[in-house]
Every structure is written in C-alpha cells, then in structure tokens.
C-alpha cells in the first residue's frame, strides 16, 4: 500500500461501507440476470474483494460480478449441461488471463484515448441515474446493475421510467428516496472537517434511514410501506450445513467438452478488456493519479476467477461503478476493497436477515448521487473546451453505451477515438519551401508509414538542377517506407542534377539506409 495502514485506517473502513451497501444488491442483481443461483453473485463479490483486492496493485479498483457479461453468463448456463460445468469455464478463464498477463497483453489499455474513457465514465454516470430513477419510484423490473438499454418484458431505459410513473409509483419508495437524496447533497456540504463525525459514511445514513423509515411507514401508514419484492433479498440460511450448500465446486468431467474451453475463452477476453478500462478509468479518478500496472491486475483478476469458479461463484471483472463509489467514498487504498469483501462474507453469513431489511429505493438514492458525480455537467464543458478531436470520441462513447450496453458502447468508442487518433496524424507533417533553386523538406514530427503519400507528393514538387535540403532533425523516428521513398529519391536526384543534403541525427543514425551512390548527398 502506498500509505502506511495506520493512517488509511479510518478512511478505508468507512469507504470499505459505502462499497459494500453498494455491492450487495449488484452482486444479487447480476446473479439473477445471469440465470445463476443468486449467492453465486455474493461469492463472486466477496472473492472479488478479499482474494483480487488483496493481490492487486490497484490502489482504489474494487472487483466482483460484472453486468457486462451477463449476457454471456446467462448464455454459457443454458448451453452447458449443468452450473458445474460453466463453474470449470470461470477457472479456465482465470488461467488464460493468467497466461495473456505473462504475453503482456495488459499494455492494450494504455492505447485507449482519454475522450473514451471520460466518455465511459460519464455514460456510466448517466445510466446509473437513469436505471435507478425506477427503483426510487418502487418499480423494480431491471435488475439491479443493468447497463444494457433493452430491458426484460420489451422496455428500455427511458420506457422504464415512464412505466414507474404511470402503473407502479410507490408514495413510501419516492420518500425514502427523496430523503436519502436529499441528506446525501446536504452531507456532502455539511461534513465536518474535524472529529469523529467527519469518517461517518453518508450511504450507511441513508440505508439507516431507509430501514428506519419503511418500518415506521409500517406503523404509521402500512399500504405505503414496501414489501419484500422491493427490499435486499439475500438467501437466508437456518444453519451451518445449509449455508456451506449455497457454495458448489466445478464439474472436471467436462474438462474435454470444447464448449467449455470456448465460454472459458470468450470469458477471460471479454473480462479481461472489462477490467483494463475499468482500472485505467479508476486511475483517471484517484486525486493521487497513482497508476496500476495493467498486466499485474490481469494476473489478479485470474487469480480470482480461478478461486471463484473453485467454489461456486460467477466471473470476476473490476467495476466501475463499485470503484467510482470507493474513490467518492474517499478511500486510500487497496484496504477499503478488502473489507469490503469481508463485510459481504460476515454479513451473508450472519445478519441475511437485517440485510433483507433494506429498501432498493435507499440504495437507489445513494448510486444516483454517485452518478451525478461521475457525470456533472463540467465534464461535458471541460471536453467541448478541448475542441472536436475530443468533444466528438467522448459524446459518441456516451451516446452509444447509454443505447447500447457497456461493452458494445465502448467498443463503438474506441472506434471513433481511433480514427480522430489517426485524422490527427494524418495532418500535415512536411514543410516544403522552394526559392530560386534552393528547396527545403522539413519533417515536423516523426514520420510513420501514414506519411508516405505526403512525402512523396512534397518530394515531387523539387524542380530539376535544385539544391534540396532535407530536414529530419525534429524526427527521432523515420519509418522504413519513409527511408525507401527517401533513397528512391536520392538515386534518383544525380540523373536530375539535384544536390541532396539530409539533416539531423536521425539521418546520421539512419546513415547505413539513407544512401545512394551520388557525391551529391551530404549529411549535415
């Protein structure tokens, strides 16, 4: 850890809260989207805390179930012939992204524009106000961690909201809601500076008041309370033996089945690119700007998903959204990730019934504040300031995952980003001056393969019986389709009656390749 314990202590403990009032429904809620038994999304999170948080080097990456691989969960189950079965692809999926971390396969991430990965957050932001608006009104039909626009039943993200209001708004989810929104604005105004208040988690408030505040609804106006559809349902269970066979081992029959080795495959890639962006986007948010070391956090999440698939969970990615509530939280260190993972194994284990306490409306409340904050509207100025080249990548990201879902919309993102990335280096990088015989190619920056045409076309432009000087020294790197079309031109020159001089240390350094047999070349 990069600060000693005694001093990230107490903001970790306090984080490690908010992280895990946050985890709880999403680990329950990817669970149920995937088709999969329910505690499996529990195991996953907590194995994703204790066993990733703790090999890690991410400083503030929180992992566990991912609802971008639901799609691929619910459809590995329905094909493989038993739960066991896919349990043995989660391993296998640990191990290859073991195997890609040891190809350093982990550097891909630092090759993603910034504009992306702003954008990602801020769609991340977006989407989370917009999936838990329904929650907050009382309509729980999406499960808790969406991302994908086309929800269950034929609705999407905006219908969704219309449906709460029209046929299921719920008088006590708006005021727990409401009020929760409303203490979570004002705490962060209000904190304290100094004394013990200061490390008082305003989520753990909110919950608090939520619990509170539906029991006395109970009390004082019971058709408003709400009933158990709309509050936290972890599995109970009446003893030791029951709770030990929530947890399952892999099926290792099915070790030759090639179906197996597919979902395995398509697994670790898809997990593997989910947690590099989420880590570089983590990164983007710690106010230290610490850097994780990407392929070690690959051989992390493997680790994990080896251990998770040993005894019963689903796979493993980091998560943006539990990770953006840890840094919101004000944790320090890898430590708020691995209580937080402890807090998921003590709970589920021994209070499953005060957790089942909780309405989904005061969780609602806490993750819609932490969408604002990844989305305020300074961002979106911040990015149209910095012009097209980066307004563009960062509202296309936006708009296609808010239309789409994570992985396409980010995908879609990187696409753009790319192609701005390239249209920037397709910009002139060549001077040509011509005076009276005396001509001048001038190399702006390096020159990569993008830049054959341009040099090409300047070099055709030198008129006969010219003294031409050639300008590489603001290179430090001359593609070799560059050298050729450089040393086409030079042998070229003599039968032209053209005095060819090359500048720069590239050019020195370049000597054995740009040549040609002529005393009309200099070097300078």
């Known amino acids: 850890m990069s600060l000693p314990l005694f001093k990230t202590l107490r903001a970790d403990f306090s984080a490690s809260i908010v992280v895990f009032l946050v985890a709880l429904p999403l680990c329950l809620g990817v669970a149920l989207a995937s088709g999969a038994p329910l505690f499996s999304g529990v195991i996953a999170g907590i194995i994703g805390g204790i066993v990733v948080g703790a090999l890690s080097k991410s400083p503030l990456s929180v992992s566990g179930p991912a609802a971008g691989l639901t799609v691929i969960v619910f459809t590995a189950i329905e094909q493989l012939p038993s739960f066991e079965a896919f349990l043995l692809a989660v391993m296998l999926a640990g191990v290859i992204q073991i195997a890609l971390a040891a190809t350093r396969s982990g550097i891909a991430a630092e090759f993603v524009p910034s504009s992306v990965i ?51 708004l719920s008088p006590g989810a708006v005021l727990i809601a409401l009020a929760g929104l409303a203490f979570l604005f004002w705490w962060d105004k209000a904190r304290p500076k100094d004394g013990p208040l200061r490390f008082v988690p305003g989520p753990l408030v909110v919950v608090l008041i939520g619990v509170g505040g539906n029991l006395l609804l109970g009390m004082l106006k019971p058709n408003w309370q709400l009933g158990a559809s709309h509050l936290v349902q972890v599995p109970v269970a009446n003893s030791f033996g029951e709770f030990t066979s929530f947890f399952a081992t892999p099926d290792f029959s099915q070790i030759g089945n090639g179906a197996v080795w597919t979902i395995a495959l398509t697994l670790a890639i898809v997990a593997s690119l989910e947690s590099l962006l989420s880590v570089k986007a983590v990164d983007e948010l710690d106010p230290q700007r610490r850097t994780t070391p990407k392929n070690w956090e ?84 911040d990015r149209y300031k910095q012009g097209w080249t980066q307004l563009v990548p960062f509202v296309v990201t936006i708009g296609a995952i808010l239309f789409t879902d994570l992985l396409i919309g980010i995908v879609i993102g990187l696409v753009v980003g790319f192609v701005f990335v390239v249209a920037r280096n397709f910009r002139s990088a060549i001077t040509f001056v011509c005076d009276d015989g005396d001509c001048l190619i001038r190399a702006r920056r390096n020159l990569y393969f993008i830049h054959k045409y341009e040099l090409q076309k300047e070099l055709n432009r030198v008129p006969d019986n010219a003294n031409l000087l050639i300008d590489l020294s603001s290179t430090s790197y001359v593609d070799l389709d560059n050298v050729d079309i450089i040393n086409a031109f030079i042998k070229g020159a003599e039968y032209r009656s053209i005095a060819v001089t090359v500048r720069g240390d590239i050019a020195e350094r370049s000597a054995p390749l740009i040549n040609a047999p002529t005393s009309g070349i200099r070097f300078s």
């Open 118 to 168: 702003t954008g990602m957050l801020a769609a991340i932001g977006l989407i989370l106000i917009l999936k838990q608006v329904p929650h907050a009104l009382g309509y729980d039909g999406d499960f808790e961690g969406s991302f994908e626009f086309t929800e269950a039943g034929g609705a999407n993200t905006f219908s969704a909201i219309i449906i709460a209001v029209r046929e299921h």
């Open 298 to 381: 690959m051989t992390a999440q493997g680790c994990g998903n080896i251990v998770s698939g040993l005894i019963g969970g689903l796979p493993i990615t980091s998560v943006i959204v539990r990770s953006s509530a840890n840094v919101d939280a004000g944790a320090q260190s890898k430590l708020s990730t691995m209580l937080h993972g402890t807090w998921l194994l003590l709970s589920v284990a021994l209070i499953p019934f005060l957790l089942n306490l909780i309405p989904l409306a005061a969780l609602a409340a806490v993750l819609i504040a932490t969408g604002y904050k990844l989305a305020k509207p300074k961002l979106f100025i």
